[in-house]
């Protein structure tokens, strides 16, 4: 044990070797308690670790990788509404490529319908994963998948979106919140305080959307905004078509349009016959091909982008650090956040061709 509670104060890295040095112990000693080898007691296992972490050590990852088992993680995806998903998948496996010499791998199961999230679940635990990732398409899930996942002892984190009946580690979503405050902060500037307005959401099963309305229509009344209309339109182009006819037949003076999913063509498409300044302003969702090219003709305003990218490669960051830093021999006592959210941003039609990398950071590239 080290006596008298005091920090060493070195002048560069604290190593192994000054580990053992101020312990009176070999360097195997060290070397078996900080990667969670056999051969030596948990008591001083633990006097081990506590030493290292009153000495400042800091964990050389990449080494210690080298000494344990492989990392594996099961990754659960929607096969449907690819344009959301699609980029998630992207961002995950341009981290794990980043995390390959960390000894960390990942394998993708593509459900086609919710049924098959259950027996995706336990291929991943009968496989012996030591994390799955699951991107809800939905609220909720159906009765057998919330028994087989509460008796899942793989942990289990949430992307993309929250899932309220399965249990997570993480969740890792977009701040919906902070979406639909600003497609009401950015309507309200040239309606200034009094106008009318509407929102189009996808589905009410899905918790993104849900929220994502709700931000909005509580900041729009805020700022004195009426909110006429709340349409489902399950991204159905038909259904957006009638549902935005019967807002303008009933409301010809509607000053803006909140477009919280990913489609808004039929949208620009409704408008396009109709005098400039009978057209309402319009906020999109991502910069999916309609988007921009809505926002190219000036028929969108402005978009909220939700950068699922970066979202794909912060749950494989996650996991990785989660499962690292639990581990008995882990010096660090950071502990995971139950919940991270990415930041939306707002692009316009200025901008929009600012967001160009692959890897989800925000920078612009040019040739």
Known sequence: MI??????KA???VTVKDIAQRMGV?????NKALTGKSGISEKRRAEVIAAAREMGYEVNHVAQSLSRKPINIGIIIPGGWQQYFAPIEQGMRYELEQLYQSNVGGEFCHIENSSDIAEALSLFENDAYDIIIYCPSLINVDERTAAIAADCKTPIMLVGADCSSLKSVCTVSIDTELSGKMAADFLNIPLGGSGKVAVLMGSKLLDTHISKTIAFI??????????????ETGDDP?????????TYEKCPDLGGIYVATGSVKPIVEFFADKPRE???????????????????????????FQNQVLMGRLAIDCAYRYLVEKSSYSVTERKLSKRLYVTP???????????????????????
Not at 3 to 8: I, K, L, N, T
Not at 219 to 228: F, I, K, Y
Not at 238 to 246: F, G, L, N, V
Not at 280 to 293: G, S
């Open 3 to 8: 006596g008298g509670g005091e920090r060493m």
């Open 238 to 246: 038909d259904t957006m078509a009638r549902c935005i006819k019967r």
């Open 278 to 304: 009978a057209r309402p302003y319009i906020v999109a969702t991502d910069v999916y091909d309609d988007v921009r090219d809505g926002m190219k003709r000036g028929a969108v305003a402005a978009t909220v």
């Open 345 to 367: 941003h707002l692009f316009l039609p200025s901008n929009l061709d600012c967001f160009t990398s692959d890897d989800g950071n925000d920078y612009r590239k040019e040739q």
């Open 218 to 231: 509580e900041r729009a009344c805020e700022l004195g905004l009426s909110v006429t209309d709340v349409h």
């Open 26 to 30: 070999s360097l195997s000693t060290v």
């Open 11 to 13: 002048t560069g890295k």
